[in-house]
């Protein structure tokens, strides 16, 4: 009470100025721009843009640099600030067939229309450290160690070959591979609800169980990235009965497009990076309904393919209802996967343990204590009574 | 309890609402919490709003207090039944920032006290509202897992699990072994969680004259308890409800009947006891009542001898996000710079010391 308290103020303001000199860190190192972060590291920023649920950059490049790169600090900073801004209104949906493609790969065809687009990928990378990185500013950057390694290379690296990529025009027009399986009635078709309803706004409104596909896609879209990766892969190790191929992943723009009430036509807003995974599963089928593929779906903010594949694996695996299947594992359970793939919520409430909780355990030592104390003058009361039954 | 849009004419103040909340999320919140008045005990799911404090943290309440606080309230914050606990301190400077809030530490003053963990030891008068910051609202979660599940039982009223479970405590230990967040009967109807408040609270809630309301932001859950509605602690007729006790009074105030604190004083195991609701404490001290170890605790300076240092509301502060302007400083804490301008140095010494 007294002892830890009474200064708890001033304690808390000095926390402020020493977590603001730590997030500086040593002064004789320049200090990181948003503009660096927001540019170089990217892919931090588009986990924070899916897990703060705000597609803004610069914004979650400021997130980062404010929670010094703590992911879930930063996804937090940014939901706490996206539940003060005004709605206007709904886009039009986005239309990723349209989608100005930078990578495009399927494991289900060796080529389709379109062709597979490897793009910026870190896939085909040996992992292995390229040191010209570690000192070298304005170096042109290769991912390849094998390119800075090159003859005539210089340890400034500025004799680095920029590898020469294919500058052939990718096709306008790139069909998603389901919508292909669709076409031969081979894929389970995607049919909105009764009446394409509004979709559910869990930010603004309570979930009930069981939740519909809607609130689940959204759920997991701003859900942890780790929690799903570990999800999907415990469906495939076998705790769920899936069987995927990665119809396709795709990454790239789209625009999105609003229609404002008094003018009545759609207008661009910008464009937004995607990244979507569609995954076939084995067939479905029953009585009425000739077997079919199902699909398992996944979208995501920014390139941010383990999240979108995590995502689709899990939803397939949630739409255990839907096929009657029964619901046996963790991924498979709604309430399960919805309560807990959210790491604002499941930080804030692991970490509120930090909190004091005193009275709840000056409770539990009472209790211990009697109980204890009980006991010994139970146990006492039998060595007593021992020598008159021997008698 | 009025609507205010209207911000301060201060320039330097952010566009934030009164309270922090838009007045749309206000009324949704009111009218949970009309619903939740209504049918005491019930849980009714409101849209909980993700708040700048972390979930888990006090969101519910703090979202409660947010719809219902108006200029003419002066708001209590207790945590662990004192009001200078760190995330007390927190919750109030966020009421001071974002409502002007009057704030104060005396209970009868208050007309919202929004608490964690306890409720004062000076009776609750009519007019007053209890704030309840609730992690767990349903009490029967740790029995059955499924929230789908959970609201069938509530809806026939089916707590037979309940009973079992307190049953097999008697039955191993000799008595129920749950000494906080102990279920609750509400109005002959309603099991309810009284949020972690130690058993030794749940008589203070029967019959009580302030309106208590319970607040569940992370599990989006509003609930209350109107004024003189009935709150049975779940018991069995030979296994009588009973509260914790202490063989010791209080060892600075000398208050025989308050909820205690133990503090350990030294490594040989030593230890005081101390009134857990720190007001209760200094008002009794303030009234002459002397416990055994008070004359030691004020040579050392850990209890001021004439009265708080740390003056709740206290608007000499600078250093704030809310009401500094925003891009002069570190982005951490767009106030630090100011840090200077602060006049607390004594407030700064008396933390050192203690």
Known sequence: MYVAVKGGEAAILATHDLVAQARRGDAAVPEISVAQ????????????????????????????????????????????????????????????????????????????????????????????????????????????????????????????????????????????????????????????????????????????????????????????????????????????????????????????????????FAVDLGEITLTECQMVNQFAGSKDVAPQFTRGYGLSFGHSERKAMSMSLVDRALKCREFGEAAE??????????????????????????????????????????????????????????????? | MNAHQTLPADEAVPAYNYAYLDEQTKRMIRRALLKAVAVPGYQVPFGSREMPLARGWGTGGIQVTAAIIGPADTLKVIDQGADDTTNAVSIRRFFEKTAQARTTEATEAATIIQTRHRIPEAPLTAGQIMVYQVPQPEPLRKLEPREAETRKMHAWAEYGLMQVKLYENIARFGEVTT???YPVMINGRYIMAPSPIPKFDN?????????????????????????HTSVRSLDFEDHPFRIQSWKEPCALCAATDSYLDEVVIDDQGSRMFVCSDSHHCETRRAEGHRGTMLGDATANGLVDPSSSTVIPGDRRETRDPFRNPAGQGSGMDPGSPLRSARDDDAKVETGADS
Do not use: W
């Open chain 1, 37 to 264: 972060i927001r540019e170089q590291q990217g892919l931090s920023c588009a986990r924070v843009m899916n897990e703060g649920s705000l597609y803004d950059a610069d914004l979650a490049a400021l997130a980062l640099k404010q929670a010094q790169g703590d992911v879930i600090e930063a996804a937090f900073l940014m939901r706490a600030y996206r539940t003060t801004l005004p709605r206007f209104g709904s886009s039009e949906p986005v239309d990723t067939a349209r989608m100005a493609i930078r990578r495009r790969v399927s494991a289900t065809y060796k080529d389709l229309p379109g062709g597979q687009v490897l793009g910026p990928t870190y896939d085909y990378t040996h992992r292995l450290f390229d040191f010209a990185l570690m000192d070298n500013e304005g170096v042109m950057v290769g991912l390849d160690p094998t390119i800075s390694g090159r003859e005539g290379a210089t340890a400034a690296g500025d004799a680095r070959v920029k590898p020469e990529h294919d500058v052939a025009s990718l096709d306008a027009h790139m069909p998603r591979v389901p919508d292909i399986l669709g076409a031969e009635g081979l894929m389970e078709p995607e049919v909105p609800p009764e009446g394409d309803p509004r979709p559910f706004d869990l930010t603004r409104e309570p979930v009930s169980f069981p939740a519909d596909r809607d609130v689940r896609l959204q759920a997991m879209a701003r859900g942890d990235e780790g929690f799903l990766l570990g999800l999907g892969y415990s469906v495939q190790r076998g705790f769920g009965g899936n069987h995927p191929f990665v119809g396709e992943i795709r990454v790239g723009e789209v625009s999105v497009e609003f229609i404002p009430e008094e003018l009545g």
């Open chain 1, 329 to 391: 594992y963790p991924a498979q359970q709604d309430e399960f996967v919805l309560y807990h793939s959210d790491n604002v919520e499941a930080a804030g409430f692991v970490e509120h343990l930090k909190l004091p909780h005193y009275v709840d355990f000056q409770g539990e030592l009472e209790l211990i204590r009697r109980i204890r104390h009980e006991r010994e003058q139970r146990l006492a009361g039998e060595n007593e009574a021992l020598p008159e039954a021997a008698e």
């Open chain 2, 179 to 181: 000494t906080y967040d």
């Open chain 2, 203 to 227: 008589p203070k809630m029967h019959m009580s004259p302030a309106l208590q309301l319970f607040g569940a932001g992370r599990e989006k859950r509003i609930y209350a308890l109107p004024p």
